[in-house]
């Protein structure tokens, strides 16, 4: 083992002594101390759920990059293994970038990820070149396979560009064969996502590119997935510098998910429609596996690249994933539903039926905490209601809001007011699907987060918020007249 990595174990084994288990989410993986960004190497292996991530131990800001380690019997419940690799080799120097894992048939655990290192061009001009690299473990102890890198700019088609190389999503094809689905930018107009295939992991071909960008999605893509779900198949993606369109993307950077279909013999993914994967706040990089029981469960990051870096230096951790989300395709579209395993964390129902909401803000026995499950539903009456809001993680200072103006067919949410004292983004908006008024939202709270599951999974919204856990209140409120029903959980671990 480097020094470098036997450092970082010690160091966060150090540090992770100071942060109380209150001071993070409940079910929420966090980073064990420092900074967290993407999911990495997301897996089964060994009996348990494997989830890696981007991680800076040393800062709670990004800084060269290792990757973390925890792993999960039911992917809310977490236990922080051992740092899993540091940039310790030449060709990793700048960071281990983000990548996958997978199980392979003769036991060990194979991980592929981008290795970022510093060249410096006879102008001295530095540049930082991505190539693709593996490692082999046993679920806790990894080792860099000695003939790194095994993808690298040699492999690239023309165009291509050497320094957005990354981020490579490996799977198995029945026939025992690999495949590497990789990002690169392109100087036609953005990503790309290159697909490759190799019989043995080490030796790989250059197959096409399976989705290009050509200026519509952002600029470069980053973070790949790939899988085939109630008959289409679904491209999960990244996307930098995004512009909007209409409300189906927010400036900056965000996800989206293309949904096609694929001919495995030619490599041809055949693409139907685009949408954003998540339209709240906070969520990119996702990554995707395949439960023993068959369910496809997607965790990303929650956070967001234009906002992350503004928090005080001295927190000791900083970085969230999401809560594991099931997906299907159903309608054209992709739908996410809360893992089913958060049930057996809810305590006793707090049900109020047909309550009436005329022109106030109301709070009700028994709703109120910060680690919650609460569904609920709006019966619009004869006459139309102008909007509809549920404020939580709240005090007489403090409240986030989801609202919703059925007028403008408009669910909002908003961390205004959470404490946050930085001109960051604080709303998003999503145009939601309901009949005169009639809407169902499930939201899920976990201390510092909120994930607003709209009409059974048909749209999401991810937040994460700051506000001191003392703000507990969770109030209901129309500006018109409604009924809603509400059954509540409170949630622990
Ligand atoms: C996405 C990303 C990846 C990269 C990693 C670096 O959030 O930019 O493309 O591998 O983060 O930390």
């Known amino acids: 083992m480097s020094q470098m990595l036997r450092d970082a174990r010690h160091y966060e084994e150090e540090q992770e002594r100071a942060i109380a288990p209150e001071d993070r989410p409940g079910f929420h993986l966090s980073a064990r101390v420092g900074w967290m960004n993407d999911p990495n190497g997301f897996s089964r292996f060994g009996g348990l759920y494997h989830m890696f991530y981007q991680y800076h131990p040393y800062d709670s800001h990004w800084g060269p990059m290792h990757w973390g380690h925890a792993v999960s019997e039911d992917l809310l419940r977490w236990r922080h293994l051992p740092c899993a690799m540091a940039p310790d080799m030449p060709y990793d120097r700048e960071g281990c970038f983000s990548g996958s894992a997978i199980a392979l048939s003769d036991g060990r655990h194979a991980l592929m990820y981008t290795g970022v290192a510093e060249e410096i061009g006879p102008d001295g001009t530095r540049l930082q070149v991505q190539t693709q690299n593996l490692a082999f473990g046993d679920g806790a102890e990894y080792v860099k396979y000695e003939r790194n890198p095994v993808i690298t700019a040699a492999d690239l088609p023309a165009g291509g560009s050497r320094c957005d190389f990354r981020d490579p999503k490996l799977w198995q094809e029945a026939d025992g064969s690999f495949r590497a689905l990789i990002a690169n930018d392109h100087a036609d107009g953005g990503g790309r996502m290159l697909l490759y295939k190799s019989d043995d992991l080490k030796r790989w071909e250059y197959v096409g590119a399976l989705a290009e960008n050509r200026d519509r999605l ?146 009700l026995p028994g709703v109120s905490g910060r680690m919650a499950d609460m569904e609920i539903e709006l019966e619009p009456g004869e006459s139309p209601f102008n909007r509809f809001a549920v404020r939580f993680a709240k005090d007489d200072r403090f409240h986030t809001t989801v609202s919703f103006r059925p007028g403008e067919s408009v669910l909002k949410v908003d961390r205004k007011f959470s404490g946050s004292r930085r001109a960051i983004i604080h709303q998003r908006r999503a145009k939601v699907d309901h009949e005169r008024g009639r809407l169902k939202l499930r939201l899920i709270l976990d201390r510092y987060s909120v994930e607003v599951f709209v009409n059974d999974g048909e749209k999401v919204m991810s937040a994460t918020l700051y506000t001191d856990l003392a703000a507990d209140g969770i109030a209901f409120f129309a500006d018109g007249s409604l009924k809603f029903s509400v059954r509540f959980y409170p949630l622990s671990l």
């Open 218 to 363: 952002g600029r470069m893509w980053e973070c790949p997935d790939f899988f085939e779900l109630d008959g289409k198949h679904v491209l999960l993606g990244s996307a930098q510098d995004m512009l909007p369109r209409g409300f189906e993307y927010h400036n900056g950077n965000g996800t989206f998910y293309l949904l096609g279909d694929f001919d495995r013999e030619s490599g041809a993914f055949t693409e139907e429609s685009d949408h954003a994967i998540d339209y709240g706040i906070d969520f990119y990089a996702p990554q995707t596996i395949l439960t023993p029981d068959g369910r496809r469960v997607m965790i990303g990051w929650m956070q967001n690249w234009d906002t992350c870096n503004l928090h005080t230096p001295s927190t000791p951790w900083f970085g969230q994933m999401s809560l594991p989300r099931e997906l299907s395709v159903k309608n054209g579209r992709l739908y996410q539903k809360p893992l089913r395993e958060l049930e057996a964390l809810r305590g006793a129902a707090v049900v109020h039926e047909h309550v009436t909401l005329c022109n106030e803000e109301i709070s």
